[in-house]
């Protein structure tokens, strides 16, 4: 084998030995961060729009652009699930005038 297919060789083996260390990370550390893939979606972002449940078989409108997929509603179009906002009022106790 001449230096050529030996430095070829190397790389190939240098890029299969990172994707194996991508891939076990990815394994155990999701991108998605402390949040959950969307039910609703399943980490799409993406649901099928209004318009191609109309009866005329078109699909196509200003929501989607005509894609027939629309931004999913229960996370924003994110693909995970995000938390919801709440407000807890802690009133201190009254005291016995």
């Known amino acids: 084998m001449g230096p050529?297919?030996?430095?070829?060789l190397a790389t190939g083996l240098s890029v299969l030995a990172g994707a194996v260390i991508v891939k076990s990370v990815m394994d155990q550390k999701p991108m998605a961060g402390p949040?959950?893939?969307?039910p609703t979606c399943n980490g799409t972002g993406r649901v099928t729009c209004l318009c191609s449940r109309w009866s005329d078989g078109d699909v196509g409108c200003s929501t989607c652009s005509g894609s027939g997929r629309m931004a999913?509603?229960?996370?924003?179009?994110?693909?995970t699930g995000r938390p919801l906002p709440a407000k807890i009022?802690?009133?201190p106790p009254s005291r016995p005038s």
């Open 4 to 8: 050529v297919v030996l430095s070829q």
């Open 35 to 38: 949040f959950t893939r969307c």
């Open 72 to 79: 999913c509603s229960s996370c924003g179009g994110s693909g």
């Open 89 to 91: 009022a802690i009133r």
